[in-house]
Every structure is written in C-alpha cells, then in structure tokens.
C-alpha cells in the first residue's frame, strides 16, 4: 500500500492507475477508522480495480469551540487497516497541503447546508463540501463512497456533485452499527462507559418511532415518545429530531416514500448523530 501525502503525488498515482485502464473507488475519512469506515472500503474494492482512502482531519470543517484539537488521530492502526484490508493508496495530506497560506476559495451548497446540524454547526457544511471537491479533484475517482450515518452530509456531496458536473458517481452506503444499535462513529471513544450504554437508546428510539408512524400513528406524537426516550439519558440535550424528506432535507409531518427520521443529541460532552428511512426499519 503506497502512503501519499501530497496533492501532486496522488494525482501522479491515478494518473498511473488510469493509463492502465483500471477503474479508482475512493473513500474519504477522518481516520480513527472502525467497521463502519471498513464496510465502505469494502464496497470500493468490489467496485473498482484500485482503492484510495483518505485520512484527513479537516479543519474547515470545526467550529472554534469544537473537538479539532482532540479529535483521536491513530494513524499507524488506521494504516494497518487499510492495508489487511487491502487498500491501494492512503492519501493523508497535512492541513498545509490542503489549504496552504493565502487559501481563499470554499464551496458552499444553498439551503441544504444551512438545515440540521448546518444550524447547530455554522460553517461545518461549508468546509465538508470544500474539502471533499478537494479530494475529488486531487483524487480523481471513478466512484465516491459515503455513509448514510451522514446523511445530511451524503445528499449535500450529492447536490454538489450534480451541480458543479463532477464526472464521480457519489454511493451512499448502509450505516454499521454496534450489536445494540449505536451508530460506530469514531466519536463513540469519547463516552465514558455509561455513557455508551445509555447511547443505545439513540437508535431505539428512533426506530421506535419510525415503526410507529409506519403502522399510522401522529408524527409529532411518535417524535415526543422518542424525545422522552431520549431525554431520559442523564445528561442528554436534543439538537434537533424530526421527519424529513429524504431529497430535499426539509421537515414533513406525514410520511412518504423515502422519508426519514434524522437526529443529533448530546450525552455529556459527545455529540452523536444518527438516523433511520421509514422503509428499511425491520418490523418486530
Ligand atoms: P468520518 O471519518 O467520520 O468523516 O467518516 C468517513 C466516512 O465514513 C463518511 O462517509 C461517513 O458517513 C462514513 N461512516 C462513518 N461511520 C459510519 C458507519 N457507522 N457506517 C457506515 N459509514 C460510516
């Protein structure tokens, strides 16, 4: 597995891959890489003739009192990963790299990224999608692969990816989850043991009140139970938890295909995102 760290090295390396005729996935991440990073690896490499993965802690992409600084960064285990599972090429740029002195340019997509966690996070959007044209630009892929964890996140790639013609087609992929449900994220490592107990609830919830409002009860009384639900963590805030509209992100108060229930809580000091579509909650 080749280690890239600059911009001009990666492009060097597609363009080798592609004179080859052969086909390049890519998956972006922040490292600190979990099954659920894994799975998205491995749907690359059944897709595509090269893999790419890219571990990069984008700082556009923190607010200023946010974790930047403490996010975990275990380069060497991720790099272990990446090659047992057969990676082609880590891409792991340092902030110099992508935004070096004098950087002035951002991309910014309207409206979706100013909804959800766009209104607890201000800016947050703005240095994912700048960051990600980046990678694909430098990167260069045949396909681009995302998780439905980040759904939000997915649908303004996607938006992006459509309006500015980039040539990769964006996959979105199935979220893993722990056996009781909560979502992996590299941010799970910050609850205290309690704590990931109690996280659990999340999901159950959510699922709960997707199966409700699926068999014809109120939305807004299936969302209060989860609340509730929710709020009975010690220590838990809700930023926001609602029915959306699978496309267009917004707010909708019956459901329709595609529909989904989106979330974000605080246990302590963790924020935790997750979310569930109305059609694909196993019924019990
Ligand atoms: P991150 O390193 O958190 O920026 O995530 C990198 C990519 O992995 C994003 O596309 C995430 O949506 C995806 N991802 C993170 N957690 C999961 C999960 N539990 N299941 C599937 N994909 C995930």
Redesign the pocket.
Known sequence: MKVISTPLAMRAWTDWVKKKNQSVGF???????????A??ISRAKKENDKVVVSVFVNPAQFGPHEDFSRYPRPFKEDQKLCASLGVDALYHPSPENIYPQGYRSFVNVEGLSDLWCGRFRPGHFRGVATVVLKLLQTVSPDRA??????YQ??MIIRRMARDLNLPQRIVG?????EKDGL????RNQYLSSIERAQAAILYRSLNRAAKKIKSGEAVLRALSSARREILSIPQSKIDYIALIDGESLEEIQTPRPGARIISAIWIGKTRLIDNVELGTVPIS
């Open positions: 998956v972006p991440t922040m490292g600190a890489l979990h099954a659920g990073h799975s998205l692969y995302f998780g439905e964890k980040d996140q997915l992929c199935l979220t893993l989850r979502a992996m994220s590299s």
